[in-house]
């Protein structure tokens, strides 16, 4: 079979999607997918398996075939890739006779790259079925949701056996399963009914990053959502209540409040129920209330959040839940009220009648469900365990580590440590160590040991402090304990490398302050991004699709934060194809001048790294000097002039940080010392900041990880710097 090489995979993806980097497991996946393989990909909902057979497809000679139980979805995935220019139609019982036959023509001529099929169009007698298929002379198969073929799986539909005999009918055709779900049991049934052939099985973690975990306890609730939501006022979100009256109420309560918001339930009939998901998919309401009847087939890229009234009855309907937010992958909250009251009122419910076996199923998913509630840990951390995965016990974007841990560099402090046990030959025991760093005056410590440089350098920490720490170094295995005579302390290889400072040591401790749930970023305009969100509607009703198929919301924050001047730096925005460019692309750029010119705000392109599979890269000047246009020059002109930023800010009606942002332009290039706009403790900190955030493409987590006087000004300075001296 022929091989891509991975430079060609990425622009293909940017070229068909816009997209700069694959996720996850998507790229060997599509690897082995066009090398022929029968390929099983498991990956959490919202992750993007569907580029794992629709870029195949688009490589691959002949029609993908792709089979999926959503009807719903289904128009919607066929309407994402034709606003992306790709050919692909679906069949299903939805249309006419007429539609379909058009369909199938298309197809038969060579029109449809991507063909998508609900399980129920494929006939009992499945052989004219499949000679169909043969006259399209197909090169892949995609198997959406394939847990559908299994009886194990939790939503097993009988059609789907209709395809246990593809791999006899198409042998040397590759086939992709594609699949949330977590069991195992389920994922070897997938492979044997569907009768895979050696496949190459791709599981990716089902940790969502970009969601972040909130428990509360259920005491004023409305008030919190009025307010949670009024503080979020662009966003879209879902709150799930347990009782179809409550969501009419809650519903009410909140369009009383002037917040555009609907109910959806079971009991609504099926026409109400459509116009009610199709509003929201079009943001014209901005938050449903709905119980759990609400969510299949939702395919809303920027849901920013999902409440849960009321407690779940597992875990596993709870995370499903909150895995419709953030789909695009930017932030978003999970937010859960727990009580007490909540649990008893489900215990009643999780009696099956007659059923004993299913009734203490149903209890013990319920005491699960409220053990996580209860849970004094990271919240994180146990949903993965949960689903059977391992995590670390800190994951910095919970209720319970943000409010009461944070990672903390440890280095110092452990070297303290660590050169107390060496200087004192590695002879003693954790008590006479921590008297030694804290220079205690007990006649117990050698006399030669008080003249030693590690005495008393320890009275920073508390002795309990210094015990804890004893403890985490061994826990990591940092040091060893020797037991001869007495307990004693010794290094080995690790705890050397961290003394000699050649690595580092990083601990969760308990944090000193509170902090906030989400605050806005201010790094991008809001007002453009208003207007921006304003011309996709527009766009999106001449087009009659939803608002985030014309584009999503994350590029156009990329858009209100980078300000692109022309299609080739339009490029360099995620979500912009070729395709897209090409369609869109001038009505965007003409928002953007616009704004850009009334608000005298240059392109900040060059703070957008170029990425891989691009085609352009972003220009430079020559010599090295900024691609600076007038308007930065002479913000740096009046800086040299002895102007302070403020003054600057001022005299040109600019804010104070669009001058900021000028300036850093002049960091990059060397052209500023840096000195001169960051304090050296200032930079210091911030530099180390920016190595514990572990990234240097966003400016939030930094910030976040910084206290209120460290401005985003200063910080994107600092990582100009920090990216110039690190190469
Ligand atoms: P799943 O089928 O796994 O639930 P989808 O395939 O619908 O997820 O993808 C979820 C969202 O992520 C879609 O909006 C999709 O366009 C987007 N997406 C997928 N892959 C990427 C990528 N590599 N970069 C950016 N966005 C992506
Ligand atoms: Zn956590």
């Given at each position: 079979m022929s091989t891509y090489s991975q430079e060609k995979l990425h622009g293909a993806l940017k070229h068909f999607f816009g997209y700069d980097e694959f996720r996850l497991t998507q790229l060997p996946i599509i690897e082995s997918v066009l090398a022929g393989k029968d390929t099983l990909a498991i990956m959490p909902?919202?992750?993007?398996?569907?580029i794992c057979y629709q870029l195949p497809a688009m490589l691959l000679p002949g029609i993908t075939i792709v089979i999926s139980p959503l009807i719903a979805l289904m128009k919607d995935q066929v309407d994402a890739l034709v606003a992306n220019g790709i050919y692909a139609a679906f069949l299903n019982s939805s249309q006419s006779q007429e539609q379909q036959q058009q369909v199938v023509r298309d197809a038969q001529n060579g029109n449809i790259k991507l063909l998508y099929i609900a399980p129920e169009r494929i006939p009992a007698n499945s052989d004219s079925f499949f000679s169909f298929l043969k006259g399209l002379n197909p090169s892949l198969f995609a198997i959406d949701e394939a847990h559908c073929i299994s009886s194990w799986g939790h939503d097993f539909r009988p059609e789907y056996l209709k395809l246990a005999v593809l791999k006899k009918q198409f042998p040397e055709l590759p086939v992709i399963a594609l699949t949330a779900s977590a069991d195992k049991v389920t994922q070897q049934d997938i492979v044997a009914r569907l009768a895979l052939h050696q496949p190459r099985i791709f599981i990716s973690s089902f940790n969502r990053p970009n969601i972040h975990y909130f428990i509360r306890q259920k005491k004023d609730v409305f008030g919190y959502i009025l307010e949670y939501i009024k503080k979020h006022k662009d966003d879209c979100g879902i709150i799930y209540a347990l009782s179809r009256a409550s969501t009419e109420g809650l519903a009410g309560k909140l369009h009383e409040a002037g917040i555009k918001a609907a109910y959806y339930h079971a009991g609504m009939d099926s026409a109400e129920r459509s116009k009610v998901q199709e509003a929201f998919q079009r943001d014209e309401y901005k938050v449903i209330v709905a119980t759990i009847a609400f969510g299949m087939g939702i395919d809303k890229s920027n849901v920013r959040f999902v409440i849960h009234h009321d407690v779940s009855k597992n875990v596993e309907g709870y995370y499903q839940e909150t895995g419709r937010a953030g789909r695009d992958g930017l932030r978003s909250d999970a937010i859960l009220f727990y009580s007490f009251g909540d649990i008893m009122k489900l215990r009643r419910f999780a009696e099956v009648e007659g059923n004993p076996q299913q009734s203490a199923i149903s209890r013990r998913k319920l005491e699960l469900m409220q053990q996580y509630c209860e849970h004094e840990g990271c919240r994180r951390q146990y949903l993965m365990e949960y689903f059977g995965e391992q995590f670390p016990a800190y994951c910095g974007s919970c209720d319970y580590c943000t409010s009461s841990l944070e990672e903390k560099d440890a280095t110092v402090d452990a070297q303290k440590l660590l050169s107390a046990i060496v200087r004192t030959g590695e002879r003693y025991g954790a008590g006479y160590i921590i008297d030694v760093l804290r220079g205690s005056a007990s006649e117990k410590i050698d006399p030669a040991h008080k003249e030693?440089?590690?005495?008393?350098?320890?009275?920073?920490?508390k002795k309990e402090e210094w015990q804890w720490m004893v403890q985490q170094l061994l826990y990591h295995h940092f040091i060893d304990k020797t037991e001869d005579q007495y307990v004693t302390l010794k290094l080995n290889e690790k705890g050397w490398k961290i003394l000699k400072g050649e690595s580092e040591l990083k601990l969760v401790m308990k944090k000193e302050k509170e902090p906030d749930l989400q605050e806005e970023s201010p790094e991008y305009d809001q007002q453009l991004l208003k207007d921006l969100k304003s011309l996709r509607l527009d766009m999106a009703d001449r087009e009659h699709v939803p608002a985030y198929n014309i584009v999503a919301d994350n590029s156009l924050i990329e858009l209100a934060t980078?300000?692109?001047?022309s299609f080739d730096e339009l490029k360099h925005i995620s979500g912009f194809g070729d395709y897209k460019i090409s369609r869109y692309g001038s009505g965007f750029l003409q928002v953007i001048k616009r704004y850009a010119e009334a608000n005298n705000l240059p392109s900040r392109m060059h703070f957008k790294k170029p990425k891989k599979g691009s085609t352009a890269t972003v220009k430079k000047d020559k010599k090295d000097k900024p691609a600076a246009n007038s308007t930065m020059q002479s913000t740096f002109a009046m800086f040299n002039d002895g102007m302070s930023v403020a003054e600057i800010a001022a005299q040109r009606s600019l804010s104070l940080s669009t001058i900021e942002t000028h300036l850093a332009a002049f960091v990059t290039t060397g052209m500023l010392d840096i000195s001169k706009v960051v304090s050296k403790d200032k930079l210091a900190k911030i530099m180390a900041t920016i190595k514990m955030s572990?990234?240097?493409?966003?400016l939030k987590p930094i910030k976040d990880l910084l206290s209120d006087d460290y401005t985003y000004g200063e910080i994107r300075m600092a990582l100009e710097y920090y990216k110039k001296v690190n190469g």
């Open positions: 909902t919202g992750a993007g398996k569907s030693l440089k590690t005495y008393g350098i320890g009275k920073n920490l980078y300000l692109p001047e572990g990234q240097t493409m966003a």
